[in-house]
């Protein structure tokens, strides 16, 4: 079975700063790892996603995160924020097998302010 | 094209009756999931279907069920509702509903039982 922890419930944070959202994850097979954003009163919408291969992953408005397997963690990075980013962010993993569903943490509330 | 779309936005209900949630997929998508949230959590899974077959089921009771019609949109039913089901229930799409398939969110329908 699979689990996520996303280590901070709030961030808060300055317009144009750089932001960390932490993840942690549990697995005991191989993984694939998501990162989703939710706005107020919408769906999810994805934002990166780690397959295999490159470490490093980019994905939409700017963010990219970092699979890294010894800490199992895959944290979510921008250099720097605007407004518009303020949001609720979900980190999300998959196991290797099929029906197995996304596993989601409990959310990260970015805040960002001017 | 239009994307997953749920119905109704909004619905309240008492404890003992009964819901049906419905969902139309992406056009071409075959696979629908459908996940828990509730307030300050994240998304929990609740079914997966695939060509109208259940692919995967997470941990909630008998009373939930759901089902897939040939044009592949989805129905999940809650019966004898109690208060602890009040969420946002969420459906999402994908074409075969692989693992490591990007999923497509509807944005849900916000159930509130009294």
């Known amino acids: 079975a699979q689990s996520v922890t996303q280590l901070d419930s709030q961030v808060p944070v300055f317009e144009e700063a750089p932001v960390e959202l932490r993840c942690n994850y549990s697995?005991?097979?191989?993984?694939?790892l998501f990162w989703y954003v939710q706005y107020p009163n919408q769906g999810l919408q994805l934002l990166l996603k780690?397959?295999?291969?490159?470490?490093l992953v980019k994905g939409i408005n700017g963010f990219e995160a970092e699979f890294n397997k010894s800490q199992t963690s895959f944290h979510l990075r921008k250099p720097s924020v605007h407004i518009s980013d303020t949001a609720e962010y979900f980190c999300a993993v998959s196991g290797n097998q099929a029906g197995t569903a996304l596993i989601f943490g409990k959310g990260t509330t970015l805040s960002v302010s001017s | 094209d239009a994307g997953v779309t749920q119905s109704p936005t909004h619905l309240i209900k008492t404890r003992g009756q009964h819901v049906t949630l419905r969902c139309s997929p992406i056009s071409g998508h075959k696979s629908v999931s459908w996940y828990q949230q509730v307030l300050g959590q994240g998304p929990q899974f609740i079914f997966q279907y695939y060509e109208k077959e259940e692919r995967g089921r997470g941990n909630f009771p008998d009373r939930f069920s759901a089902r897939q019609f040939p044009n592949y949109s989805s129905e999940l039913n809650v019966n004898a509702l109690l208060l602890g089901d009040s969420a946002l229930y969420l459906c999402?799409?994908?074409?075969?509903?692989?693992?490591?398939?990007?999923?497509?969110f509807g944005s849900g329908t916000q159930l509130s039982v009294l």
């Open positions: 999402a799409s994908t074409l075969t509903g692989d693992r490591y398939e990007k999923l497509f």
């Open positions: 697995s005991s097979v191989s993984v694939y």
């Open positions: 780690y397959l295999s291969g490159s470490t």
